[in-house]
């Protein structure tokens, strides 16, 4: 039986970890592996059911207009009409939510390898994100918990905003270093450590 | 330009994908005539004024909307959803 | 050398640090100004009056204005990549080291050869251009022609400032901005405006052009709530920066009013320092999305036009005070004030009591206020009413002026009453609002006859006018039209406003309704635009050949058209035009002005978007490739290797090693970039049988199929394979290009043509790596490291799918081929794609496995006779390239009705073909099918698309669309490119060049 090699991530030579000497950063950026990512779609007649078999499989439900659900490892983004985002530390998570939700309840996608989590933190959170992405950051608009999708320069991106300063960003794999340079680009200006 | 989708609130019209003419409708699956679909895919209005058109949310849910705007002066006085979702985002705005 | 720097004290030189000391170079001189001079204070301070030559005629121009609106003192900034030309010397803050050049003038701006350009007299008038180079270019026309010479010459000495060579250096940044409400100019109305918003609790984004806060509070006399203008001002600003809820965003122009309320404006966040410090950006541009607006733009003095009115000594009254009180710097030893209005004597009083001596007030009213006569009693000059100054003299730059008895009503200039030495002439022609925003958005101003001058007219958008911007003059005015302004706005923001507080004015009050006077006329040369060098009489000429209409005028004549975009002549021109046409002004017209509002730097627009404009997107086994030799090529918005270049070895060779390889053993070839649409649900096989020609309902699991997908008007769109990998769910693959725009056809379908469908499409593109394994030792290599899966014919065989693992990664592996020889595409998740392609390589080793790109890619296929992009151009259907077996004729699907219209089944379309060449030639790409030679090749039969050397045919190939091609295998023609001086032999052939039977990559 040969292992399963460990996943690469096109961030993986960039992301590393580091502080810059002299001033003090005012963010932190760093990739955050995802062990599972899996995206499920309901049909419209079909949500509550959805709903059930997803509390089944990972233990708590999505929650209301746009705030993610969190529990333990998983998290339950909303991510369109019927449509979520799932992570979960299990490796399986598609297969078991395939077996919860057949094809009349909705459609179940894979989804670890399509997307890179960097995760930015710091006082200059939202000034650097504001920086390239057009949605408003301010707490009253983009409340703690909540998810938005939106682009950067023609780059899908998934934001889901875990603290008043701290964001999770899920960027289309193929884009994530372009995405990275610009981040860390655009950190410069208020200096940046990569955790 | 905003748009406001249905799903994901107020954005700026560079997360939209323009797809023409919402009046435009395909001829059923069992209508194969060319006069139907040649009108389905050519014939257009082109109003000065209110013209209600179709938009994708691509840099967002990626769900269509009809937006209807003023082609005189860009003003954008409502945007609906359509679709499979469109009935159930409907009774959510309500 | 006439302007010096006045003492400094209370109330002279205000915005001035006297004690602090700034070098800077001017033409290559040093000079030292003060903290808190303009490049244009520092100028006038050090005595220089002539800082550049003007645009056609090359004549000596000085500071006109103190603002953004500067018509003349155009400078080259800096050094090296960043120069930048044509900057107001105006809007330049000082700083230690500053470098500045004038420009259009050699060798200098005292001794300008190119002031040649003013000898020809009439020659340059308005027209110029269209009347003399575009004459008919026949023979004997020799005027023309010689004409056709100088023109070269001509563009030369005319013109601005030259651009930077270098790549710019800086940085440029961007930043989203959302808000309740935009207050642009902080000024009195402004700051009225923001801080009943901020007490109201809206968010509020406050933006000034200046570094300095208070618009013309900073050199106002008057005092607010017992305080000095400038004082209460600095306080106001300092308490709305304290809430929260404020932005004040100093040194940002408001740009552009764009639909919606948004706006873009830009910060110089580092032009007033040498450089940026590091990561600083050195301009912001914001777009700021706000609910509603409060313009508080102000107004924009005028001048009055008059004989040699473009001698540097000319200046604006206010500017001239401004100069005085702010920066301490004093334009002129003998200020004389030309006026048709109360302001402008208020700016004598002013200037005189910073020490300078105003010699006279020349205003062209026959009888003034009492407010005014007093202004002219402190300033102690003598007073000349009923007159205008109908000249102005000097060598180069002013040195006296003429007054003449002037009737105001007539405006007939009668006796010369005086002729005064004067170094700097003050003049006021009455405000204009500055409503460019509003006009952007293309809301017609309206004429108010009072004040003589356009009002910015009713808001089509969520924006309101405070203050000078909408015609309410004076102090008091602009802190109740501000905060009535801001009450207005929040209501459309839907913020309860709070109770305004408005403050006291202690101060002047006039009537600014100036004397309707825009021209003194004597015939001779004077100037209504001074950045472009359009007269007085350029306008009359214009009126007299018909170019009657504002839109005529300004093209005809340029005025307007200069970077300034007129803010100091547009109205004086429209006037003149109206006099000449005997209309009143605003039948004349007006011209609606451009976003930005300021001339704005290209790279703040593009701000710090990379990888030419859209991003790259790179595969999994992107580092492997270039760490070994791939050349990289764009492919859509992919980077994808070209070739594996051996030392020495050049593409071509390359290419045709990795295909022969190819056919002779195995080769590796990185598919990732595949567009992958993952489509399931109970309905997955009737979208999929909808939106392909050929069938799909009927696929068996674990089988693909090759699908053509059309548009609606029966034109190809789209090819690719698409796999049953269960009941209900598909992978479905499509051309690399293609992939965004198949997803939204797709997502269309279901959105809007049959949302009765069940069926869920999600892109996962990015999810897998991808490899094809291809060549008649292909099935030897898999089944060295495939586990799980009978790569027989029986357990594997073509177009079959199953799943199974290579060292550890499970992997999807389908029998496809492009190239016409055996062939896998091994699938796995996109993090395991270079543990795959590892796999592949050292499973192949023995194989000799050779990777291959793009190059080789292409040429398999093109000896194969599949299409790719070349041919599936969005001009060509399924019959036109020989799939005409792939439309069903059982089913409806997208695009078979109007696939039936007559057209497309005509004889003399274009049909895919195959040529070779027979002469040995390289066939070029987008070369046309001629019978013909090169110097006479006739009619063009058709044109290749995809060429490519052939290693297994071992000549030049081509596919190629060639008219009734499919009955024309055998005939000769010609390929042939006479830009490219090419005409190669070729035979017609059949595109199935290799293997036609396909045995190869069945067995």
């Not at chain 1, 090699?5 to 001033?23: C, H, I, Q, T």
């Not at chain 3, 040093?30 to 220089?48: H, K, T, V």
């Not at chain 3, 006296?400 to 007939?412: C, D, M």
């Not at chain 3, 710090?608 to 790179?618: A, M, S």
């Amino acid at each position: 039986m040969v292992n399963t090699p460990d996943k690469v991530s096109p961030l993986a030579d960039l992301a590393m970890p580091n502080r810059p000497a002299g001033r003090q950063p005012q963010v932190e950026l760093s990739e955050r592996l995802c062990d599972s990512l899996v995206q499920v779609q309901a049909w419209p007649g079909t949500m509550a059911k959805v709903h059930k078999a997803i509390s089944d499989v990972t233990g708590t439900r999505p929650a209301k207009g746009h705030a993610a659900a969190l529990k333990g490892p998983v998290c339950i983004m909303p991510a369109g009409p019927g449509r979520y985002l799932i992570e979960d530390e299990t490796e399986n998570l598609e297969i078991r939510l395939r077996a919860a939700i057949g094809a009349h309840l909705g459609a179940v996608t894979g989804l670890t390898h399509g997307r890179v989590v960097v995760a930015i933190r710091g006082e200059k959170a939202a000034w650097v994100l504001a920086s390239g992405i057009a949605i408003n950051f301010d707490p009253s608009a983009f409340p703690v918990g909540d998810v938005r999708l939106t682009h950067h320069h023609d780059i899908g991106v998934t934001i889901h905003r875990t603290a008043e300063d701290a964001f999770d960003l899920y960027v289309f794999t193929s884009f994530a270093r372009g995405f990275w340079h610009w981040i860390s680009t655009a950190a410069e200006e208020v200096g940046y450590s990569v955790g | 330009m905003r748009i406001t989708c249905p799903w994901c609130g107020e954005r700026d019209h560079q997360e939209f994908t323009y797809r023409g003419d919402a009046a435009a409708k395909r001829p059923a699956m069992s209508d194969e005539s060319i006069e139907a679909h040649q009108a389905y895919v050519y014939d257009r209005e082109n109003p000065d004024g209110a013209h209600r058109e179709l938009w994708n949310h691509t840099g967002g849910c990626r769900k269509h909307l009809v937006v209807t705007r003023n082609t005189l002066t860009h003003q954008i006085t409502l945007c609906e959803p359509i679709g499979p979702w469109a009935k159930r985002l409907k009774a959510a705005a309500k | 050398m006439s302007g010096f720097r006045l003492n400094l004290r209370d109330g002279v030189g205000t915005a001035i640090d006297s004690a602090s000391t700034v070098t800077f170079i001017f033409d290559g001189k040093s000079y030292e100004g003060l903290r808190g001079d303009s490049l244009a204070s520092a100028l006038i301070a050090n005595g220089i009056s002539i800082v550049a030559r003007s645009f056609k005629y090359h004549r000596p121009r000085g500071i006109f204005t103190a603002g953004s609106e500067e018509p003349s003192a155009l400078v080259t900034l800096r050094k090296g990549g960043r120069t930048e030309p044509n900057i107001r010397a105006t809007e330049v803050e000082l700083y230690d080291g500053l470098i500045a050049s004038s420009q259009n003038a050699w060798p200098s701006v005292d001794f300008d050869l190119m002031a040649v350009n003013q000898l020809p007299g009439k020659a340059f008038s308005a027209g110029f251009y269209y009347k003399t180079f575009m004459g008919p270019k026949m023979a004997g026309n020799r005027t023309t022609q010689f004409w056709w010479l100088c023109e070269q010459l001509i563009r030369r000495a005319a013109g601005l400032g030259k651009g930077a060579e270098l790549p710019d250096p800086d940085r440029y940044g961007r930043m989203n901005a959302f808000c309740d409400l935009l207050v642009v100019g902080s000024g009195a109305a402004g700051l009225a405006a923001a801080e009943l918003a901020a007490n109201s609790g809206a968010s509020v984004i406050l933006c000034e052009e200046r570094a300095l806060a208070g618009g013309a509070l900073t050199s106002a006399p008057d005092f607010i709530d017992g305080q000095l203008a400038r004082d209460w001002a600095a306080d106001k600003c300092r308490q709305l920066v304290s809430h929260a809820n404020v932005r004040l965003l100093t040194r940002t122009t408001v740009q552009s009013y764009f639909d919606d309320n948004t706006f873009m404006a830009v910060e110089r966040v580092a032009d007033h320092v040498p450089t940026p410090a590091k990561g600083q950006v050195r301009q912001r541009a914001w777009n700021i999305r706000a609910k509603s607006a409060v313009f508080a733009t102000g107004a924009l003095e005028r001048p009055i036009v008059f004989p040699g009115n473009d001698k540097p000594g000319v200046m604006l009254a206010d500017a001239v005070r401004r100069y005085a009180v702010e920066y301490g710097a004093a334009p002129g030893k003998q200020v004389v004030v030309f006026t048709n209005n109360d302001s402008g004597w208020l700016a004598a009083r002013d200037i005189a009591r910073t020490g300078v001596v105003v010699a006279a007030i020349v205003d062209v009213r026959p009888d003034v206020s009492d407010v005014a006569r007093g202004a002219g009693e402190d300033s102690r000059a003598k007073v000349f009413l009923g007159s205008a100054v109908t000249r102005a003299k000097g060598f180069r730059t002013l040195s006296a002026i003429e007054i003449s008895a002037y009737n105001e009503l007539t405006g007939k200039v009668g006796d010369t009453r005086d002729t005064m030495g004067c170094d700097c002439l003050a003049v006021s022609g009455g405000w204009s609002p500055a409503f460019h925003l509003t006009s952007q958005q293309g809301t017609k101003p309206v004429w108010d006859a009072e004040l003589q001058a356009f009002l910015p007219g009713n808001p089509t958008q969520k924006w309101h006018g405070a203050g000078a911007m909408c015609g309410e003059m004076g102090l008091q005015a602009a802190l109740e039209t501000g905060a009535a302004a801001a009450e207005a706005a929040l209501s459309e923001a839907a913020v309860p406003a709070g109770v305004a507080d408005i403050p006291v004015v202690d101060g002047d009050r006039i009537d600014f309704a100036p004397a309707p006077v825009f021209e003194i006329y004597t015939g001779k040369k004077s100037f209504v635009d001074l950045q472009h060098d359009v007269t007085a009489d350029d306008v009359r000429l214009a009126h007299r050949e018909g170019f009657v209409s504002v839109e005529h005028l300004k093209r005809y004549t340029t005025m307007g058209m200069a970077t300034d975009q007129g803010k100091t002549s547009n109205l004086t021109g429209l006037a003149i035009m109206a006099r000449a046409r005997d209309l009143p002004i605003p039948e004349v017209g007006t011209t609606r002005f451009r976003p930005p509002y300021t001339p704005t730097a290209l790279g703040a627009i593009a701000g710090e978007l990379y990888g030419h404009l859209k991003p790259d997107r790179l595969t999994p086994m992107h580092d492997w490739h270039v760490a070994n030799g791939a050349s990289m090529y764009a492919n859509g918005l992919w980077s994808r290797p070209e070739s594996y270049n051996r030392p020495g070895e050049s593409v071509e060779q390359a290419y045709i090693r990795e295909a022969r390889a190819v056919r002779a053993g195995v080769g590796l070839v990185d598919v990732s970039t595949l567009g992958k649409i993952d489509v399931q649900g109970p309905d997955a096989a009737e979208f999929l049988n909808r939106v392909y020609s050929n069938g799909f309902a009927k696929l068996p699991v674990g089988k693909a199929r090759y699908g053509l997908m059309l548009r609606e008007d029966g034109f190809l769109f789209d090819d690719g394979t698409t796999w049953r990998l269960d009941e209900h769910r598909f992978l479905m693959t499509t051309t690399t290009a293609g992939a965004g725009r198949v997803m939204e056809h797709l997502e269309y379908h279901l959105d809007v043509v049959w949302p009765d469908l069940k069926v869920a499409i999600a892109s996962v593109t990015d999810e897998w790596a991808g490899v094809a394994v291809a060549g008649p030792k292909s099935r030897e290599v898999l089944k060295a490291c495939i586990k799980g899966v009978d790569v027989s014919d029986k357990g594997l065989p073509f177009m079959g799918v199953r799943e199974g693992m290579i060292n550890g990664v499970r992997v999807l592996v389908a029998r496809l081929s492009f190239s016409g020889e055996r062939a896998y595409e091994v699938y796995c998740g996109a993090g395991w794609g270079q543990a795959l392609w590892d796999s592949l390589l050292k499973a192949g080793e023995t194989f000799d496995v050779v990777p291959y790109g793009l190059e080789a890619l292409s040429t398999l296929r093109i000896e194969k006779g599949h299409v790719a992009g070349p041919e599936l151009n969005g001009r060509t259907t399924p019959l036109d390239l020989g799939l005409g077996g792939m439309v069903s004729n059982k089913k409806n699907f997208v695009g078979a009705a109007l696939l039936k219209r007559s057209a497309f089944h005509e004889a003399g379309r274009l049909q895919l073909v195959a040529i070779k060449s027979t002469d040995g030639q390289k066939i070029v790409g987008g070369g046309h099918l001629v019978k013909g030679s090169l110097e006479n090749p006739g009619e063009s039969e058709g044109h290749t698309t995809s060429t490519c050397f052939s290693p297994e045919l071992n000549c030049y190939i081509s596919l190629a669309m060639l008219k009734q091609g499919t009955a024309r295998h055998g005939e000769r023609l010609f390929a042939t490119s006479p830009i490219r001086n090419r005409h190669v032999a070729v035979e017609v052939v059949s595109p199935h060049m290799v293997d036609p039977e396909g045995g190869r990559m069945r067995g």
